[in-house]
Protein backbone atom coordinates (compact mmCIF):
# COMPACT_ATOMS: atom_id res chain seq x y z
CA UNK A 1 0.00 0.00 0.00
CA UNK A 2 1.11 3.33 -0.87
CA UNK A 3 3.61 10.04 -2.02
CA UNK A 4 5.85 12.33 -1.02
CA UNK A 5 9.77 12.13 -2.37
CA UNK A 6 10.53 9.17 -4.28
CA UNK A 7 9.49 6.54 -2.24
CA UNK A 8 9.54 2.57 -3.30
CA UNK A 9 6.25 1.99 -1.39
CA UNK A 10 3.92 -0.23 -1.23
CA UNK A 11 0.94 0.05 0.95
CA UNK A 12 -2.85 -0.53 0.87
CA UNK A 13 -4.08 3.25 0.42
CA UNK A 14 -7.55 3.86 2.28
CA UNK A 15 -9.54 6.34 0.75
CA UNK A 16 -9.98 8.78 3.57
CA UNK A 17 -12.12 12.21 3.20
CA UNK A 18 -12.69 14.76 5.41
CA UNK A 19 -14.10 18.87 3.93
CA UNK A 20 -11.35 21.63 3.82
CA UNK A 21 -11.86 25.46 2.40
CA UNK A 22 -10.01 26.45 -0.66
CA UNK A 23 -8.10 28.28 2.55
CA UNK A 24 -6.44 25.18 3.48
CA UNK A 25 -5.81 23.04 -0.02
CA UNK A 26 -4.50 25.96 -1.85
CA UNK A 27 -4.82 28.03 -5.49
CA UNK A 28 -4.96 31.66 -6.79
CA UNK A 29 -8.10 32.71 -5.77
CA UNK A 30 -11.86 31.26 -5.61
CA UNK A 31 -13.07 31.28 -9.20
CA UNK A 32 -13.41 28.31 -10.80
CA UNK A 33 -12.61 26.89 -14.53
CA UNK A 34 -15.20 25.29 -16.34
CA UNK A 35 -13.85 22.61 -18.22
CA UNK A 36 -10.44 23.01 -17.25
CA UNK A 37 -7.36 20.84 -17.47
CA UNK A 38 -5.78 19.70 -14.36
CA UNK A 39 -2.08 18.20 -13.96
CA UNK A 40 -0.29 16.61 -10.77
CA UNK A 41 2.67 14.45 -10.24
CA UNK A 42 3.74 11.21 -9.06
CA UNK A 43 7.20 10.31 -8.37
CA UNK A 44 7.43 7.14 -10.19
CA UNK A 45 5.91 4.99 -13.39
CA UNK A 46 2.76 3.70 -11.72
CA UNK A 47 3.33 0.27 -13.91
CA UNK A 48 0.26 -1.69 -13.97
CA UNK A 49 -2.56 -0.01 -13.52
CA UNK A 50 -4.83 -2.71 -12.86
CA UNK A 51 -6.22 -2.07 -9.45
CA UNK A 52 -6.64 -5.81 -8.91
CA UNK A 53 -3.43 -6.48 -9.29
CA UNK A 54 -0.97 -4.12 -7.41
CA UNK A 55 -0.42 -2.61 -3.88
CA UNK A 56 1.80 -0.03 -5.44
CA UNK A 57 0.47 3.53 -4.24
CA UNK A 58 1.19 5.34 -7.18
CA UNK A 59 -0.92 3.08 -9.22
CA UNK A 60 -3.66 3.07 -6.59
CA UNK A 61 -3.20 7.40 -6.71
CA UNK A 62 -3.99 7.10 -10.46
CA UNK A 63 -6.79 4.66 -9.54
CA UNK A 64 -8.48 6.81 -7.65
CA UNK A 65 -9.68 8.84 -10.17
CA UNK A 66 -10.95 5.78 -11.98
CA UNK A 67 -12.26 3.41 -9.61
CA UNK A 68 -14.50 3.66 -6.49
CA UNK A 69 -14.13 1.54 -3.79
CA UNK A 70 -16.92 0.31 -1.51
CA UNK A 71 -16.63 2.75 1.30
CA UNK A 72 -14.77 5.45 2.42
CA UNK A 73 -13.08 5.99 5.89
CA UNK A 74 -14.17 9.59 7.51
CA UNK A 75 -11.15 10.52 9.64
CA UNK A 76 -12.96 12.17 12.21
CA UNK A 77 -15.00 9.45 13.64
CA UNK A 78 -12.78 7.08 12.00
CA UNK A 79 -15.80 5.53 10.56
CA UNK A 80 -16.51 4.12 7.54
CA UNK A 81 -18.98 6.05 5.39
CA UNK A 82 -21.18 5.11 2.21
CA UNK A 83 -19.62 5.41 -1.50
CA UNK A 84 -20.41 2.26 -3.69
CA UNK A 85 -21.91 1.01 -0.71
CA UNK A 86 -24.96 2.92 1.31
CA UNK A 87 -24.90 0.24 4.31
CA UNK A 88 -23.59 -2.56 5.94
CA UNK A 89 -22.91 -4.94 8.58
CA UNK A 90 -20.13 -6.70 10.45
CA UNK A 91 -19.23 -9.62 12.28
CA UNK A 92 -15.91 -11.46 12.93
CA UNK A 93 -15.92 -13.67 10.20
CA UNK A 94 -18.83 -11.66 8.29
CA UNK A 95 -19.92 -8.66 6.79
CA UNK A 96 -22.25 -7.55 3.91
CA UNK A 97 -22.28 -4.69 1.93
CA UNK A 98 -25.50 -3.00 -0.09
CA UNK A 99 -24.69 -1.34 -2.67
CA UNK A 100 -26.34 1.97 -4.08
CA UNK A 101 -28.78 1.30 -7.19
CA UNK A 102 -28.06 3.28 -10.89
CA UNK A 103 -24.24 2.42 -10.74
CA UNK A 104 -22.79 2.24 -14.28
CA UNK A 105 -18.92 1.41 -15.56
CA UNK A 106 -17.34 3.78 -18.14
CA UNK A 107 -18.87 1.91 -20.97
CA UNK A 108 -22.16 2.49 -20.09
CA UNK A 109 -22.74 -1.11 -18.26
CA UNK A 110 -24.12 -1.85 -14.88
CA UNK A 111 -22.15 -2.64 -11.51
CA UNK A 112 -23.58 -4.50 -9.42
CA UNK A 113 -22.96 -6.57 -6.10
CA UNK A 114 -22.36 -9.72 -8.32
CA UNK A 115 -20.20 -7.42 -10.37
CA UNK A 116 -18.27 -6.23 -6.80
CA UNK A 117 -18.65 -10.13 -5.62
CA UNK A 118 -16.83 -10.85 -9.15
CA UNK A 119 -13.89 -8.57 -8.30
CA UNK A 120 -13.47 -10.29 -4.83
CA UNK A 121 -13.56 -14.20 -6.34
CA UNK A 122 -10.94 -12.77 -8.63
CA UNK A 123 -8.48 -11.80 -6.29
CA UNK A 124 -9.19 -15.31 -4.32
CA UNK A 125 -8.44 -17.10 -7.38
CA UNK A 126 -4.87 -17.97 -6.81
CA UNK A 127 -4.00 -18.64 -10.99
CA UNK A 128 -4.35 -14.61 -10.86
CA UNK A 129 -1.88 -14.34 -8.48
CA UNK A 130 -2.68 -10.70 -7.11
CA UNK A 131 -1.09 -8.94 -4.59
CA UNK A 132 -4.72 -8.62 -3.13
CA UNK A 133 -4.70 -12.14 -2.13
CA UNK A 134 -4.32 -11.86 2.19
CA UNK A 135 -3.29 -8.88 2.20
CA UNK A 136 -6.87 -7.01 1.65
CA UNK A 137 -8.87 -10.18 0.57
CA UNK A 138 -9.00 -13.59 3.08
CA UNK A 139 -8.41 -16.50 1.06
CA UNK A 140 -10.50 -18.04 3.13
CA UNK A 141 -13.43 -15.94 2.59
CA UNK A 142 -16.29 -17.04 0.61
CA UNK A 143 -17.77 -14.18 -1.46
CA UNK A 144 -21.40 -14.11 -2.68
CA UNK A 145 -24.40 -11.63 -3.97
CA UNK A 146 -28.31 -11.59 -3.87
CA UNK A 147 -29.85 -8.65 -4.89
CA UNK A 148 -27.84 -5.43 -4.48
CA UNK A 149 -26.26 -7.31 -1.59
CA UNK A 150 -22.45 -8.04 -1.33
CA UNK A 151 -21.70 -10.77 1.27
CA UNK A 152 -18.33 -11.97 2.41
CA UNK A 153 -18.00 -14.70 4.85
CA UNK A 154 -14.63 -16.56 6.35
CA UNK A 155 -14.01 -19.66 8.43
CA UNK A 156 -11.81 -17.82 11.41
CA UNK A 157 -12.43 -14.31 12.34
CA UNK A 158 -10.94 -11.51 10.81
CA UNK A 159 -9.03 -8.24 11.68
CA UNK A 160 -10.67 -4.88 9.97
CA UNK A 161 -12.05 -6.71 7.31
CA UNK A 162 -14.89 -4.60 6.49
CA UNK A 163 -12.55 -1.49 5.89
CA UNK A 164 -9.95 -3.82 4.27
CA UNK A 165 -12.57 -5.15 1.78
CA UNK A 166 -14.31 -1.48 1.37
CA UNK A 167 -10.88 -0.01 0.69
CA UNK A 168 -10.43 -1.98 -2.75
CA UNK A 169 -11.40 -0.22 -5.63
CA UNK A 170 -13.31 -2.34 -7.64
CA UNK A 171 -13.16 -2.74 -11.38
CA UNK A 172 -15.69 -3.49 -14.24
CA UNK A 173 -16.77 -6.87 -16.17
CA UNK A 174 -14.60 -6.31 -18.95
CA UNK A 175 -11.58 -5.71 -17.11
CA UNK A 176 -12.15 -9.33 -15.20
CA UNK A 177 -12.46 -11.16 -18.19
CA UNK A 178 -9.50 -9.37 -20.07
CA UNK A 179 -7.45 -8.16 -17.42
CA UNK A 180 -4.46 -7.23 -19.45
CA UNK A 181 -7.17 -4.75 -21.06
CA UNK A 182 -6.49 -1.98 -18.08
CA UNK A 183 -2.80 -2.54 -17.69
CA UNK A 184 -2.86 1.11 -19.19
CA UNK A 185 -6.61 1.78 -19.83
CA UNK A 186 -9.40 1.89 -17.51
CA UNK A 187 -12.69 -0.06 -16.65
CA UNK A 188 -14.25 1.40 -13.70
CA UNK A 189 -17.21 3.44 -12.24
CA UNK A 190 -14.59 6.11 -11.31
CA UNK A 191 -15.62 9.79 -12.72
CA UNK A 192 -12.43 9.97 -14.75
CA UNK A 193 -11.22 7.28 -17.43
CA UNK A 194 -7.98 6.45 -18.51
CA UNK A 195 -7.56 7.22 -22.23
CA UNK A 196 -3.68 7.99 -22.55
CA UNK A 197 -0.48 6.12 -21.02
CA UNK A 198 3.08 6.86 -22.07
CA UNK A 199 5.34 4.86 -19.96
CA UNK A 200 7.93 6.80 -18.06
CA UNK A 201 5.99 10.30 -18.56
CA UNK A 202 2.20 10.85 -18.48
CA UNK A 203 -1.46 9.04 -17.75
CA UNK A 204 -4.40 11.36 -19.48
CA UNK A 205 -7.88 11.19 -17.77
CA UNK A 206 -11.13 12.40 -19.00
CA UNK A 207 -14.00 13.23 -17.05
CA UNK A 208 -17.74 11.45 -17.18
CA UNK A 209 -20.22 13.33 -17.86
CA UNK A 210 -22.58 11.16 -15.85
CA UNK A 211 -20.85 10.37 -12.54
CA UNK A 212 -23.51 10.53 -9.79
CA UNK A 213 -22.37 8.53 -6.62
CA UNK A 214 -19.45 10.00 -5.37
CA UNK A 215 -18.72 10.23 -1.75
CA UNK A 216 -20.84 12.53 0.27
CA UNK A 217 -23.07 12.87 -2.52
CA UNK A 218 -20.24 14.35 -5.13
CA UNK A 219 -20.79 14.32 -9.32
CA UNK A 220 -18.88 15.37 -11.90
CA UNK A 221 -21.32 18.25 -12.78
CA UNK A 222 -19.97 20.19 -9.97
CA UNK A 223 -18.45 23.61 -11.27
CA UNK A 224 -14.74 23.59 -11.49
CA UNK A 225 -14.18 20.13 -12.09
CA UNK A 226 -11.65 19.48 -14.50
CA UNK A 227 -12.48 17.99 -18.27
CA UNK A 228 -9.09 16.66 -18.01
CA UNK A 229 -6.40 14.99 -15.52
CA UNK A 230 -2.83 14.77 -16.81
CA UNK A 231 -0.78 12.67 -14.12
CA UNK A 232 2.71 13.30 -14.93
CA UNK A 233 5.86 11.34 -13.77
CA UNK A 234 8.40 13.86 -12.06
CA UNK A 235 10.77 11.73 -10.26
CA UNK A 236 12.71 14.98 -9.31
CA UNK A 237 10.92 16.82 -6.09
CA UNK A 238 13.12 19.72 -7.65
CA UNK A 239 11.93 19.44 -10.79
CA UNK A 240 8.19 19.28 -9.34
CA UNK A 241 8.92 22.52 -7.70
CA UNK A 242 9.78 24.47 -10.70
CA UNK A 243 6.82 22.92 -12.39
CA UNK A 244 4.98 23.84 -9.38
CA UNK A 245 6.34 28.03 -9.43
CA UNK A 246 5.74 27.94 -13.58
CA UNK A 247 2.01 26.95 -13.08
CA UNK A 248 2.76 23.40 -15.55
CA UNK A 249 1.86 21.22 -12.45
CA UNK A 250 -1.29 22.47 -10.19
CA UNK A 251 -0.37 19.65 -7.72
CA UNK A 252 2.52 18.26 -6.52
CA UNK A 253 4.39 16.81 -3.55
CA UNK A 254 7.57 18.65 -2.57
CA UNK A 255 10.10 18.21 0.40
CA UNK A 256 13.34 19.04 1.66
CA UNK A 257 14.97 22.53 0.67
CA UNK A 258 13.01 22.63 -2.28
CA UNK A 259 9.66 23.92 -0.45
CA UNK A 260 11.67 27.69 0.50
CA UNK A 261 10.90 28.00 -3.05
CA UNK A 262 6.91 27.34 -2.80
CA UNK A 263 6.43 29.43 0.07
CA UNK A 264 3.90 31.95 -1.84
CA UNK A 265 1.63 28.23 -2.79
CA UNK A 266 -0.92 26.67 -0.22
CA UNK A 267 0.08 23.06 0.73
CA UNK A 268 -1.49 19.98 2.77
CA UNK A 269 0.81 17.66 5.30
CA UNK A 270 0.82 14.39 5.11
CA UNK A 271 2.92 12.63 7.81
CA UNK A 272 3.85 9.34 5.97
CA UNK A 273 6.41 6.96 7.06
CA UNK A 274 9.90 8.36 4.78
CA UNK A 275 12.67 5.86 5.63
CA UNK A 276 12.61 2.30 6.25
CA UNK A 277 15.91 0.03 6.38
CA UNK A 278 15.04 -3.75 5.50
CA UNK A 279 17.79 -6.35 6.22
CA UNK A 280 18.17 -9.24 3.73
CA UNK A 281 17.33 -12.50 5.60
CA UNK A 282 18.41 -14.87 3.11
CA UNK A 283 20.25 -17.74 3.95
CA UNK A 284 24.27 -17.08 2.88
CA UNK A 285 24.29 -13.65 3.43
CA UNK A 286 25.79 -12.14 6.87
CA UNK A 287 22.25 -10.32 7.53
CA UNK A 288 20.83 -14.25 7.83
CA UNK A 289 22.22 -13.71 11.65
CA UNK A 290 20.03 -11.98 14.43
CA UNK A 291 23.13 -11.02 15.79
CA UNK A 292 24.51 -9.45 12.26
CA UNK A 293 21.10 -7.25 11.71
CA UNK A 294 21.68 -6.17 15.86
CA UNK A 295 25.58 -4.64 15.75
CA UNK A 296 23.85 -2.38 11.95
CA UNK A 297 21.33 -1.49 14.09
CA UNK A 298 23.35 -0.25 17.29
CA UNK A 299 26.26 1.42 14.95
CA UNK A 300 22.93 3.80 13.99
CA UNK A 301 22.31 6.79 15.26
CA UNK A 302 18.99 6.72 14.28
CA UNK A 303 17.67 9.88 15.68
CA UNK A 304 20.49 11.62 13.33
CA UNK A 305 19.48 9.20 10.48
CA UNK A 306 15.91 10.72 10.64
CA UNK A 307 17.09 14.52 10.50
CA UNK A 308 19.52 13.42 7.63
CA UNK A 309 16.74 11.77 6.01
CA UNK A 310 13.69 14.53 6.44
CA UNK A 311 15.99 17.35 5.59
CA UNK A 312 15.25 18.01 9.69
CA UNK A 313 11.83 18.14 9.28
CA UNK A 314 10.60 14.91 10.35
CA UNK A 315 10.03 12.48 13.02
CA UNK A 316 10.99 9.21 14.55
CA UNK A 317 8.81 6.25 13.33
CA UNK A 318 7.01 4.36 16.02
CA UNK A 319 5.31 1.79 14.24
CA UNK A 320 4.44 0.05 10.37
CA UNK A 321 1.62 1.81 10.75
CA UNK A 322 1.14 5.24 8.92
CA UNK A 323 -1.21 7.39 7.50
CA UNK A 324 -4.90 8.73 8.02
CA UNK A 325 -7.38 6.20 8.11
CA UNK A 326 -4.82 3.90 10.21
CA UNK A 327 -6.41 1.47 11.76
CA UNK A 328 -4.45 0.91 14.88
CA UNK A 329 -2.41 3.39 16.73
CA UNK A 330 0.30 2.70 19.52
CA UNK A 331 4.07 2.80 19.50
CA UNK A 332 6.28 -0.72 19.09
CA UNK A 333 9.35 1.10 18.43
CA UNK A 334 10.60 2.86 21.37
CA UNK A 335 11.28 0.36 23.65
CA UNK A 336 12.57 -3.12 21.51
CA UNK A 337 15.05 -1.49 18.54
CA UNK A 338 18.02 -2.03 19.58
CA UNK A 339 20.32 0.85 20.79
CA UNK A 340 23.03 3.09 19.10
CA UNK A 341 25.82 1.97 21.04
CA UNK A 342 29.29 1.15 19.04
CA UNK A 343 30.54 -1.35 21.59
CA UNK A 344 27.46 -3.09 21.80
CA UNK A 345 27.52 -3.51 17.80
CA UNK A 346 30.82 -4.50 18.42
CA UNK A 347 29.76 -7.37 20.92
CA UNK A 348 27.34 -8.03 18.39
CA UNK A 349 29.59 -9.05 15.94
CA UNK A 350 31.31 -11.29 17.94
CA UNK A 351 28.78 -13.38 19.06
CA UNK A 352 27.91 -13.89 15.31
CA UNK A 353 31.60 -15.38 15.15
CA UNK A 354 33.03 -12.74 13.28
CA UNK A 355 36.92 -10.86 14.43
CA UNK A 356 38.72 -7.66 13.45
CA UNK A 357 41.99 -8.29 12.10
CA UNK A 358 44.66 -6.05 11.88
CA UNK A 359 43.28 -3.66 8.84
CA UNK A 360 40.63 -3.32 11.65
CA UNK A 361 37.59 -4.70 9.95
CA UNK A 362 35.79 -7.88 10.66
CA UNK A 363 35.65 -11.43 8.96
CA UNK A 364 34.41 -14.71 9.70
CA UNK A 365 35.83 -17.66 8.28
CA UNK A 366 38.58 -16.03 6.49
CA UNK A 367 35.72 -13.89 4.68
CA UNK A 368 35.36 -10.34 5.57
CA UNK A 369 32.05 -8.46 6.30
CA UNK A 370 30.74 -7.01 3.26
CA UNK A 371 27.40 -5.39 2.97
CA UNK A 372 25.52 -4.35 -0.03
CA UNK A 373 23.13 -1.17 1.09
CA UNK A 374 20.34 -0.72 -1.34
CA UNK A 375 19.51 2.93 -1.81
CA UNK A 376 17.15 5.55 -3.02
CA UNK A 377 19.35 8.43 -5.25
CA UNK A 378 16.79 10.70 -5.94
CA UNK A 379 16.78 13.04 -3.70
CA UNK A 380 20.10 14.67 -1.59
CA UNK A 381 18.71 13.84 1.37
CA UNK A 382 18.17 10.43 0.85
CA UNK A 383 21.52 9.96 -1.09
CA UNK A 384 22.94 12.12 2.42
CA UNK A 385 21.17 9.40 4.61
CA UNK A 386 23.06 6.38 2.68
CA UNK A 387 26.26 8.20 2.84
CA UNK A 388 26.02 8.54 7.05
CA UNK A 389 24.55 4.97 7.10
CA UNK A 390 27.54 3.74 5.12
CA UNK A 391 30.10 5.55 7.13
CA UNK A 392 28.76 4.37 10.47
CA UNK A 393 29.14 1.00 9.55
CA UNK A 394 32.67 0.92 8.02
CA UNK A 395 33.27 2.89 11.34
CA UNK A 396 32.19 -0.30 13.26
CA UNK A 397 34.75 -2.42 10.88
CA UNK A 398 33.16 -3.89 7.79
CA UNK A 399 32.68 -2.67 3.93
CA UNK A 400 30.02 -1.12 2.49
CA UNK A 401 28.68 -1.35 -1.30
CA UNK A 402 26.66 1.37 -1.84
CA UNK A 403 24.17 0.54 -4.83
CA UNK A 404 21.72 3.73 -5.70
CA UNK A 405 18.98 4.45 -8.14
CA UNK A 406 15.12 5.90 -8.68
CA UNK A 407 12.61 4.05 -7.14
CA UNK A 408 11.86 1.61 -9.79
CA UNK A 409 15.84 0.68 -9.25
CA UNK A 410 15.39 0.06 -5.67
CA UNK A 411 11.94 -2.19 -6.32
CA UNK A 412 13.78 -4.02 -9.03
CA UNK A 413 16.81 -4.99 -6.95
CA UNK A 414 15.30 -5.98 -4.01
CA UNK A 415 11.23 -6.39 -3.96
CA UNK A 416 11.15 -7.95 -7.81
CA UNK A 417 14.95 -8.86 -7.93
CA UNK A 418 15.94 -11.98 -9.99
CA UNK A 419 18.65 -12.67 -7.84
CA UNK A 420 17.88 -12.30 -4.31
CA UNK A 421 21.14 -12.92 -2.95
CA UNK A 422 22.37 -8.87 -4.87
CA UNK A 423 21.35 -6.62 -1.72
CA UNK A 424 22.23 -7.08 1.61
CA UNK A 425 20.00 -4.26 3.21
CA UNK A 426 17.82 -1.20 1.82
CA UNK A 427 17.21 2.04 2.34
CA UNK A 428 14.55 2.86 0.35
CA UNK A 429 11.85 0.26 -0.08
CA UNK A 430 9.32 1.46 2.43
CA UNK A 431 6.32 -0.56 3.25
CA UNK A 432 3.32 0.80 4.35
CA UNK A 433 -0.10 0.92 5.17
CA UNK A 434 -3.09 2.12 7.58
CA UNK A 435 -3.75 -2.11 8.29
CA UNK A 436 -1.10 -4.31 10.16
CA UNK A 437 -3.35 -7.09 8.72
CA UNK A 438 -1.26 -6.28 5.33
CA UNK A 439 2.44 -6.72 6.65
CA UNK A 440 2.72 -10.61 6.86
CA UNK A 441 2.55 -10.99 2.89
CA UNK A 442 5.66 -9.44 3.00
CA UNK A 443 7.12 -10.08 5.74
CA UNK A 444 6.81 -14.16 6.77
CA UNK A 445 5.40 -17.32 4.50
CA UNK A 446 7.06 -18.37 1.06
CA UNK A 447 10.20 -16.48 -0.04
CA UNK A 448 10.80 -15.07 -3.46
CA UNK A 449 10.49 -16.66 -6.07
CA UNK A 450 7.37 -18.66 -4.58
CA UNK A 451 5.71 -15.80 -2.61
CA UNK A 452 6.58 -11.90 -2.11
CA UNK A 453 7.96 -12.50 1.22
CA UNK A 454 10.93 -10.71 -0.51
CA UNK A 455 13.50 -9.80 2.48
CA UNK A 456 13.12 -14.15 3.53
CA UNK A 457 12.34 -13.09 6.88
CA UNK A 458 12.07 -16.52 8.68
CA UNK A 459 10.60 -14.77 12.52
CA UNK A 460 8.83 -17.65 14.23
CA UNK A 461 7.53 -15.20 17.01
CA UNK A 462 6.11 -12.83 14.38
CA UNK A 463 4.15 -16.06 12.90
CA UNK A 464 2.97 -17.11 15.65
CA UNK A 465 2.01 -13.51 17.51
CA UNK A 466 0.43 -12.67 13.23
CA UNK A 467 -1.94 -16.46 14.47
CA UNK A 468 -2.95 -14.86 17.61
CA UNK A 469 -3.86 -11.35 16.03
CA UNK A 470 -6.12 -12.65 13.57
CA UNK A 471 -8.31 -14.58 15.72
CA UNK A 472 -8.64 -11.31 17.19
CA UNK A 473 -10.94 -7.73 16.59
CA UNK A 474 -11.45 -4.43 17.35
CA UNK A 475 -9.33 -2.59 20.50
CA UNK A 476 -8.25 -6.39 21.38
CA UNK A 477 -6.70 -6.86 17.96
CA UNK A 478 -4.86 -3.79 17.94
CA UNK A 479 -3.46 -4.79 21.01
CA UNK A 480 -2.19 -8.21 19.25
CA UNK A 481 -0.54 -7.10 16.02
CA UNK A 482 1.64 -4.11 18.54
CA UNK A 483 2.84 -7.32 19.98
CA UNK A 484 3.31 -9.19 16.32
CA UNK A 485 5.44 -5.88 15.15
CA UNK A 486 7.23 -5.47 18.68
CA UNK A 487 8.73 -9.30 17.64
CA UNK A 488 10.16 -7.81 13.94
CA UNK A 489 12.17 -5.27 16.28
CA UNK A 490 13.50 -6.79 18.90
CA UNK A 491 15.34 -9.04 16.67
CA UNK A 492 15.84 -6.16 13.96
CA UNK A 493 13.84 -7.83 11.21
CA UNK A 494 13.56 -4.14 9.99
CA UNK A 495 13.99 -0.59 11.07
CA UNK A 496 11.21 1.77 10.72
CA UNK A 497 13.49 4.87 10.58
CA UNK A 498 11.50 8.34 10.38
CA UNK A 499 7.81 10.38 9.17
CA UNK A 500 7.94 13.10 6.98
CA UNK A 501 5.13 15.69 6.71
CA UNK A 502 5.10 15.48 2.96
CA UNK A 503 3.30 18.45 1.74
CA UNK A 504 0.85 18.63 -1.52
CA UNK A 505 1.43 22.06 -3.19
CA UNK A 506 -1.54 23.44 -5.33
CA UNK A 507 -1.25 26.00 -7.67
CA UNK A 508 -4.42 27.18 -10.03
CA UNK A 509 -6.33 24.53 -7.77
CA UNK A 510 -7.74 23.70 -4.93
CA UNK A 511 -9.48 20.18 -3.34
CA UNK A 512 -12.87 19.90 -1.71
CA UNK A 513 -11.54 17.51 0.75
CA UNK A 514 -8.24 17.44 2.58
CA UNK A 515 -6.20 14.95 0.15
CA UNK A 516 -4.21 12.24 1.98
CA UNK A 517 -0.45 10.97 0.82
CA UNK A 518 -0.79 12.92 -2.43
CA UNK A 519 -4.45 11.46 -3.64
CA UNK A 520 -6.66 13.28 -4.69
CA UNK A 521 -10.66 11.65 -5.33
CA UNK A 522 -12.21 12.69 -8.97
CA UNK A 523 -15.13 14.77 -7.84
CA UNK A 524 -12.81 16.87 -5.20
CA UNK A 525 -10.79 18.54 -8.03
CA UNK A 526 -11.78 21.93 -8.66
CA UNK A 527 -9.70 24.18 -10.92
CA UNK A 528 -9.32 27.70 -10.40
CA UNK A 529 -8.96 30.88 -12.65
Known amino acids: MKRRAALAALITLPLTLAACSSSDSG ?13 MAVDSDPGNLNPLVTNLVNAQIVGLLAYDSLIYDDPKTSKPSPYLATSWTESPTKVTYTLRDGITCSDGSPFTAQTAADNLNWIIDPKNGSPRLESVVPADAKVSAKGNVLTVETTKPRPFMLADLGSQQMACEGALKDPKSVSA ?4 TGPFVIDRVVAGDSITLTRRDNYTWGPNGSTTATAGIPKTV ?3 IVPSPSTRANLLRSGELNAGVVSGSDEDRLKGLKSVPSPTLSGMIIYNHLKGLPTAEVDVRKALTEAIDLDTLTKVLTGGKGERATSLVSGAGRRCTYDTVSKTLPENDASAAAASLEAAGYAKGASGKYAKD ?5 ITLLYDNSTDTRS ?6 A ?19 VLGRSFAAKDPSGWTATLGLILQSGTPAIFPQYLAGPATPTGTNFASIANEAYEQAVADAADKTGTEACAAWAKAEETLFTSADLIPVSVTPFKLYFNGATSAV ?8 GTAIRVLK
Open 366 to 370: GKALT
Open 230 to 232: VVK
Open 27 to 39: GKGGDVVKDGSFS
Open 514 to 521: RPVDGAIP
Open 391 to 409: KQWEQLGMDVKLVGGDENF
Open 384 to 389: AAAEYV
Open 185 to 188: KSDG
